[in-house]
């Protein structure tokens, strides 16, 4: 009955998305990269990525990190920390741009 279905609407097990080749490396590699770099260097976890961003010989990827857990939660201190990487996904770069307590809102 399955079979049925793909064969009407064309769709196959085949059609597949073509695998990206690793001398091109897309934003989601880079922020991986990044977050596992940034997380073996300053021994804090990352909390997410807040931009991601092409610089000409790589990527600029900004980290959101886990500085110092308090309770509750929401006074705990994060950083965001720009993280450059290159194409192959190694670090060239790191710096903290901002410190901020988790229930701080944006200004």
Wanted: proline fraction near 5%.
């Amino acid at each position: 009955m399955a079979e049925n279905r793909r064969a009407r609407t064309g769709h196959t097990a085949a059609k597949t998305a073509a695998p990206r080749s690793s001398s091109r490396r897309g934003p989601e590699d880079a922020a991986r990269a990044a977050c596992e770099s940034l997380e073996s260097l300053i021994r804090h976890p990352a909390e997410g990525v807040s931009a991601v961003r092409r610089i000409d010989d790589g990527w600029c990827v900004v980290v959101d990190v886990l500085e110092v857990p308090r309770i509750p939660d929401t006074t705990s201190l994060l950083a965001s920390y720009e993280v450059q990487i290159d194409e192959r996904g190694e670090l060239k770069e790191y710096s903290r741009v901002r410190r901020y307590r988790r229930g701080s809102a944006d200004e």
